[in-house]
């Protein structure tokens, strides 16, 4: 039997261009995953407000093969036609496989198929599935996702795997201030504030190659006051603590301070003092593409 041999995965994604540098000159090693399909379209990414709470990976629609994104060793196939169990899974029919480094892969919501072997080595780019309906989807397609078991933590699957054609920098729908009266105001459309602690919240999207493709969530927001960066919204890991899910914006916090039942994500929050005020917001997303806007305002 072909011995698994677990290989280092790129831990960080660096800023654009840097890792192909690397690359040439041998620092660094190759991206070793690929997608499962390089046919299905991608319509809900990692990260986006999915009613309140975080998409934990990629939402794919398309038909077709499913294949294993790398070497791996299957742990766990679950089919959705089991009836062991009552609980409906939002998974549908899922396979995890160990990938290395406690990378586990996790290939969800497609079709009933015979399950490869337990404990077996699956060779990079083998079929383990179709693509279809199952679990919580409505169209035909696939989920998948990536947890780091060492780190206790969901990976963006675009920060180890190379990332998808991308031409179009993410869009700012709107920017918000909410004071401590739980009043918000819209800084395009005024010119003076009152002195207040405010909320900033950020509506912001992207999308790839047009824009009527189905709105993605951004890979990384940045506000700053006055030219003092006061959040730094990172989509490029959800780690677990105590049971509680954590997102990064300069430091770990819970994710029900980012996401809420609106589409705005809470960057951060500042003490507007008497003066003149210039907030700017900066979405990027995972190509290194970016959008800014600028807003001027009084504060009384």
Request: charged share 20%; proline share 7%; with cysteine.
């Amino acid at each position: 039997m072909k011995r698994f041999v677990r290989k280092p995965l790129i831990r960080r994604v660096l800023p654009p261009l840097i890792p192909g540098i690397l690359l040439l000159f041998g620092m660094i090693p190759a991206y070793p995953m690929d997608w499962p399909s390089q046919n299905a379209q991608l319509v809900r990414n990692f990260g986006w407000n999915d009613g309140g709470r975080p998409l934990l990976g990629n939402m794919f629609r398309g038909e077709g093969a499913l294949r294993s994104a790398d070497l791996g060793e299957l742990v766990f196939y679950h089919a959705s036609s089991n009836t062991a169990s009552t609980l409906p899974s939002p998974l549908g029919s899922w396979a995890a496989l160990e990938h290395g480094d406690g990378i586990i892969g996790i290939y969800s919501r497609f079709e009933d198929r015979q399950a490869p072997a337990f404990s077996a080595v699956i060779e990079k780019d083998t079929v383990i599935a179709s693509m279809g309906i199952s679990g919580w989807s409505s169209q035909e397609g696939y989920y998948f996702s990536l947890f780091d078991r060492r780190e206790r933590r969901w990976v963006n699957p675009s920060a180890l795997i190379s990332s998808l054609a991308d031409t179009r920098p993410p869009q700012i729908h709107s920017v918000r201030l909410r004071n401590s009266r739980d009043l918000t105001i819209d800084p395009a459309q005024t010119r003076t504030i009152r002195q207040d602690r405010y909320t900033i919240l950020v509506n912001a999207s992207d999308t790839r190659l047009n824009p009527n493709e189905s709105p993605l969530a951004p890979y990384r927001i940045l506000c700053s006051v006055n030219g003092v960066e006061i959040g730094a919204l990172s989509f490029e890991t959800f780690s677990t603590r105590d049971g509680v899910l954590m997102i990064y914006r300069n430091g770990l916090v819970p994710v029900k301070e980012i996401y809420g039942p609106d589409p705005d994500y809470e960057i951060g929050e500042v003490e507007f003092s008497r003066g003149q005020a210039a907030v700017e917001v900066i979405a990027q997303d995972m190509a290194g593409n970016t959008r800014s806007v600028l807003y001027r305002f009084q504060v009384e």
